[in-house]
Structure formats: structure tokens, C-alpha cells
């Protein structure tokens, strides 16, 4: 395989799990809704953060840490999980359709990259799936740190290109979405699938 079939492969699988529903995806759906555009943007400016940083270790080879001690996947998973939760339970009974009118749209923007940046960097099965997926396409003779950075570089391209797509359609909507009630109902609707990825997360094995 030379180097420009594996980039063309491995573009098609990245794709195509990029638009597969995850967490990420619904991270920057919910914001976009209930936030706004700008704050979604934010959002999806942290996951590519935190995606960066997964495919920085992986490339230099500290990715392996993940596989080699247990203790350092169980940390990572259930700081996760935990905040996964902390961020659901806190949209159900908390919904920020009561709060958004009082928050400048900076502080709002910052929140928002936060949190995708701690949903990433805090989720070892990101680490474990770059260390497990990206190997598959990298061609003999390769640099192995480079070509595995550049791999890590167009998923999250593919992403932010997703996470555009996402945002924009939330446009057509938004003064639908501007209503109060509609806000707390997504949100409390965002926070049980957050809970659902927490458990997820908690019940994940490094194997």
C-alpha cells in the first residue's frame, strides 16, 4: 500500500466515522441549540484540541501508556465518566435555558471550548482509538511518527468540516430554538445522553 492509498483509506474510513452519532457530535449539536453558533464553534475548536493532543501521544509513542498501565486507563476513564455525568445531571436540573441571558457571549464561548476540550482529553477510549486505528494505515517505510500525526490531522479536519455542517443547520431554526421552554427540554434531553455516555465510558475496558 503506498502512502497515497493509505491516506485515501483511511480519509473514507474517517469519514465515515465522523458522521457515525457519538459524543462529540452530540456536544456540539446540543450547544449549537441551545448556545448558539459561536459557542458551538468553540466546542468544536476544544474536541479538535483534544483530539490533537490523543494524536500527539500516539505519534511519539506514549499512546501506549493507555495499553501498558491499567491504572492510567481507569484514572482517565473514570474522571470521564464522572465529568460526563457532572455535565448531564447539571443540563437536567440545571438546564441553561434558565441562565443563558445572564452569560456574555465570551464567557459562554470559553465555557464551551472547556468543555469540549475535558469530554476529549478525559475519554481514554479516544487515546486507545487512535493508538488501535491509525497503525492500520500507515505503508512500510513511512515515518512512524509523522505519518501518524497527519492521519490524526484529517480526522479532525473531517470533524471540524462535520461539526460546520451540524452548526449550520441549526441556523434555519434558531428563533425556534431562542424559546426558553424549548432550550430546558433540549438540554434536559442533551444531559440523559451525556449520563449515557458516562455509563458507557464507566463499563469500557482497556482490552
Avoid at 495499553?67 to 441553561?96: D, M
Avoid at 434555519?172 to 427540554?185: E, F, H, M, Q, Y
Avoid at 434531553?189 to 458507557?200: E, K, N, S
Wanted: aromatic share 10%; charged share 10%; glycine share 10%.
Amino acid at each position: 500500500m503506498t502512502s497515497l492509498q493509505a491516506l485515501a483509506a483511511f480519509t473514507l474510513a474517517a469519514a465515515i466515522l465522523t458522521i457515525t452519532p457519538g459524543l462529540d457530535t452530540a456536544l456540539v449539536l446540543r450547544t449549537a441549540a441551545s448556545e448558539g453558533a459561536r459557542p458551538a464553534r468553540q466546542a468544536a475548536l476544544g474536541i479538535s484540541v483534544g483530539c490533537l493532543m490523543w494524536g500527539g501521544l500516539v505519534a511519539i509513542g506514549l499512546g501506549t501508556l493507555l495499553v501498558t498501565s491499567p491504572h492510567l486507563f481507569l484514572f482517565l476513564k473514570w474522571a470521564g465518566a464522572a465529568y460526563l455525568a457532572f455535565l448531564g445531571l447539571g443540563l437536567i436540573f440545571r438546564p441553561h435555558g434558565l441562565l443563558l441571558a445572564d452569560l456574555d457571549d465570551t464567557v459562554r464561548a470559553t465555557s464551551a471550548f472547556r468543555r469540549g476540550f475535558l469530554t476529549n482529553i478525559l475519554n481514554p477510549k479516544v487515546g486507545a482509538f487512535y493508538l488501535t486505528f491509525l497503525p492500520q494505515f500507515i505503508p512500510i517505510g513511512a515515518d512512524a511518527m509523522g505519518f501518524p500525526f497527519l492521519l490524526a490531522l484529517i480526522h479532525i479536519g473531517l470533524s471540524l468540516v462535520w461539526f460546520s455542517l451540524i452548526i449550520a443547520a441549526t441556523a434555519p431554526i434558531s428563533r425556534l430554538l431562542a424559546d426558553a421552554n424549548i432550550v430546558k427540554t433540549l438540554d434536559r434531553i442533551a444531559g440523559g445522553v451525556f449520563i449515557g455516555f458516562a455509563l458507557r465510558l464507566a463499563l469500557t475496558s482497556s482490552s
